[in-house]
T-cell receptor
Framework: EPEVTQTPSHQVTQMGQEVILRCVPI?????FYWYRQILGQKVEFLVS????????KSEIFDDQFSVERPDGSNFTLKIRSTKLEDSAMYFC??????????????FGPGTRLLVL | DAKTTQPNSMESNEEEPVHLPCNHS???????IHWYRQLPSQGPEYVIH???SNVNNRMASLAIAEDRKSSTLILHRATLRDAAVYYC??????????FGTGTRLKVLA
């Protein structure tokens, strides 16, 4: 069964450093998403991406965040200058077209980011 | 954004059926009802979804009320591996899924 994969599984970084989280979506999906979950809290939407453009983003997704699809398979989330409060699990998801029977989002296992 | 209401927690004995309820009284005609579950330290896992009719798959069944204002996820025989947080989410052509606090299911051996 196809699945979304994410690397690394864990990342420890110093405050102020840049991190790049990577995701390989399901191969025939064209809609991509990032969510995060701070320990003990809800899963929160960050951003959605389609056709090399951001479709929707939340207020969490400020100028420190960016997303990119550098090649035909990977989808990345970059945090330019990490803060302590960026420590969380970050989940990537992918789907077919929203509003259709293919809209179900499939999530990856997550990257646990710890900012020291 | 459409809202769903779920009990904070439920318990079940192993090998018994579990009915997880979800209320969504403000559902619109185009909203799909999606269920996900999240095991500790893992990503949300798709369980099942439906629009109007009841649905079955290898993991669970989804019973949707006739007025669509509520739904029930049915696990036919709970196992210890089913212990997780279960989320009911309404989607309607939107990009973002809004996760609530879900129902924490505890399965007793």
């Amino acid at each position: 069964e196809p699945e979304v994969t994410q690397t690394p599984s864990h990342q420890v970084t110093q405050m102020g450093q840049e991190v790049i989280l990577r995701c390989v979506p399901i191969s025939n999906h064209l809609y991509f998403y990032w969510y995060r979950q701070i320990l003990g809290q809800k899963v929160e939407f960050l951003v959605s991406f389609y056709n090399n453009e951001i479709s929707e983003k939340s207020e969490i997704f400020d100028d420190q965040f960016s997303v990119e699809r550098p090649d035909g398979s990977n989808f990345t989330l970059k945090i330019r200058s990490t803060k302590l409060e960026d420590s969380a699990m970050y989940f990537c998801a992918s789907s077919g077209r929203p509003g259709t029977t293919q809209e179900t989002q499939y999530f990856g296992p997550g990257t646990r980011l710890l900012v020291l | 954004d459409a809202k769903t209401t779920q009990p904070n927690s439920m318990e079940s004995n192993e090998e018994e059926p579990v009915h997880l309820p979800c209320n969504h009284s403000t559902i619109s005609g185009t909203d799909y009802i999606h269920w996900y579950r999240q095991l500790p330290s893992q990503g949300p896992e798709y369980v099942i979804h439906g629009l109007t009719s009841n649905v079955n798959n290898r993991m669970a069944s989804l019973a949707i009320a006739e007025d669509r204002k509520s739904s029930t996820l049915i696990l036919h025989r709970a196992t210890l591996r089913d212990a997780a947080v279960y989320y009911c989410i309404l989607t309607s052509g939107t990009y973002k899924y809004i996760f609530g606090t879900g129902t924490r299911l505890k399965v007793l051996a």
